[in-house]
């Protein structure tokens, strides 16, 4: 029973899942800075539409960043906790400057592909480590994503 942490999960797997929960943590991180100066620098005709969905998904995107730390720490590893690590390891690119709509919705779909391939990822470790609480986690995550990146999408024309 060595082999098992804390909560009966084989250590090599839930240290492995930590790990990429920390990535994802970090891009998460990224993507969030970059939705909520997004929201702050936004202007045009659809500001007061964008203003608000913007608000609705940094809203969302920093409760999800607790529920990931809050996991990793369930799993008696470290999150992450320090700009330069999340800049050192998102995929997530910064996203300066950008007051144009079209432009900070593309920005946001490209965040989402990033985070969802990285959630699907998880997804399939956690179920190889059984470790329903990642499990569960990715798995809620990804079905309200894709809607979103839907209706983004659909925002966009494309």
């Known amino acids: 029973m060595n082999y098992l942490n804390n909560i009966g999960l084989d250590k090599a797997k839930s240290d492995k899942l930590a790990e990429g929960l920390n990535k994802l943590l970090a891009d998460y991180q990224v993507f969030y800075m970059n939705v ?13 539409e964008l203003h608000l969905k913007f608000e609705e998904l940094y809203n969302d995107l920093v409760i999800k960043i607790d529920e990931i730390a809050e996991r990793i720490l369930t799993l008696n590893k470290v999150p992450m906790h320090s700009y330069s690590d999340y800049m050192n390891t998102a995929e997530v690119k910064e996203a300066k400057n950008i007051s144009d709509g079209m432009q900070c919705v593309r920005s946001i779909l490209e965040s989402f592909k990033i985070i969802i391939t990285k959630q699907r990822e998880l997804l399939d470790m956690s179920a190889d480590a059984g470790d329903e609480g990642t499990n569960a986690l990715m798995s809620d995550y990804i079905r309200e994503q894709e809607k979103l990146v839907w209706m983004y999408s659909a925002y966009l024309n494309d």
Do not use: E, L
């Open 36 to 48: 909520r100066g997004f929201h702050w620098n936004i202007r045009g005709d659809k500001f007061f």
